[in-house]
């Protein structure tokens, strides 16, 4: 079973740059979709970047042109480099794979991975002056 866990969150201001990661142990090669989400206080959880085992990656609108995924050391690591941070961007960000059939979907400026797994236990990111 895959188990998640986040790293890389904290405080940045307005304009600044961060890097979260997520570590997958166990067998990562039949996750048809890894991704990040993020629940800012008050709101629902969302999507923000995912990618599928093709190596696709789809954005929310929100975050495209700012955020970037990646998957690294033979898809152990799960990255998110964040640029031009928000205000608004402050949320806990959370990872999460789904199985072999589950698969991502991109709709109307959102994204997600289907029939998720499991999740990580998120990392905090605040962005403020």
């Known amino acids: 079973e895959v188990q998640l866990m986040e790293s890389g969150g904290g405080s940045v201001q307005p304009g600044g740059s961060l890097r979260l990661s997520c570590a997958a142990s166990?067998?990562?090669?039949?996750?048809?979709?890894m991704g990040w989400y993020r629940q800012a206080p008050g709101k629902e959880r969302e999507g923000i970047a995912v990618v599928d085992s093709d190596g696709n990656t789809y954005y929310a609108d929100s975050v495209k042109g700012r955020f970037a995924i990646s998957k690294e050391n033979a898809n152990s690591t799960l990255s998110l480099q964040m640029h031009s941070l928000k205000p608004e961007d402050t949320a806990t960000y959370y990872c999460?794979?789904?199985?072999?059939?589950?698969?991502?979907?991109?709709?109307?400026?959102?994204?997600?991975?289907?029939?998720?797994?499991?999740w990580g236990p998120g990392t905090l990111v605040t962005v403020s002056s």
């Open positions: 999460a794979a789904t199985g072999p059939f589950g698969g991502s979907w991109d709709s109307n400026g959102h994204v997600g991975c289907n029939n998720i797994d499991v």
């Open positions: 166990g067998d990562t090669s039949s996750n048809s979709c």
